[in-house]
């Protein structure tokens, strides 16, 4: 089995804004492209446009509608982003039998050496977060990288030596940095926003963090969406409903 350093000199990972994602994807695409196109590791896909088709992605986004419990909240319909996370106490590391799962010291990034992988998928069962992707024209398991191949190439401008999913998100949800560094950006963001990790009672320690959706508002219970206050505006009706949407 594979030990987990004691302490990492940095901890990279993604502040994800579930208040912000949209959901549109842009985030799995890039990140398909980047690791198929480009200097990482080919992704595949079976039967890609039959019925009964499949593939690996390193990243996912799933969508799901919330009530929350207080009375005169909306409902709201939250983008879930989803890859590794790169944890602290990453049960996917000691699980594997050959080594090829393992947790840098340098940095805290998670990868698999897919010269020693095996494809037995323990890995895959010791995540709790279905981080982990079973290629099955590769014969090994995959994961979410954090773009080594790209936020240490020295090729490539310097702004833009983050993974490919932050590069390319339209609605500024992920967020990349070291959140080992309580200084660092995305360090004092997750103070800020209160951020937190995914499914803490594990105790695998994820690195990366999610913002919360902040509250919105509730429509009245009657008639509709909430009337505002008479103010002056354009005399067009329609001019005016665009004011009122607008201002909402």
Request: net charge negative; charged share 25%; hydrophobic share 35%.
């Amino acid at each position: 089995m594979t030990t987990l350093p004691q302490l990492t000199q940095k901890k990279l990972g993604l502040v994800i804004d579930l208040d912000t994602c949209v959901g549109c994807h842009a985030c799995v695409i890039s990140c398909k492209g980047w690791n198929t196109e480009n200097y990482g590791a080919p992704l595949s896909d079976q039967n890609a446009y039959g019925a009964d088709n499949s593939g690996t992605f390193l990243n996912r986004v799933h969508s799901y509608e919330i009530q929350p419990t207080e009375a005169d909240a909306a409902a709201q319909l939250i983008h879930f982003p989803k890859s590794c996370l790169h944890c602290e106490k990453a049960a996917c590391v000691t699980v594997c039998p050959t080594g090829a799962s393992f947790k840098r010291s340098a940095d805290g990034i998670v990868l698999v050496d897919e010269s020693k992988c095996i494809g037995c998928k323990l890995c895959s069962w010791a995540c709790p977060y279905g981080a982990r992707e079973f290629d099955a024209d590769a014969g090994v398991m995959k994961k979410c990288t954090l773009c080594i191949d790209r936020i240490y190439n020295e090729n490539i401008p310097e702004r833009e030596r983050v993974p490919a999913c932050v590069s390319t998100c339209p609605a500024g949800a992920r967020h990349y940095g070291d959140l080992g560094d309580a200084n660092s950006d995305v360090s004092k963001l997750v103070a800020e926003r209160g951020g937190y990790d995914l499914m803490p009672e594990m105790a695998y320690k994820p690195t990366n963090k999610y913002l919360p959706p902040r509250p919105r508002r509730a429509e009245a219970a009657e008639g509709g969406p909430t009337e505002l206050a008479a103010e002056p505006g354009p005399e067009n009706p329609i001019l005016r409903w665009v004011d009122k949407v607008l201002s909402r």
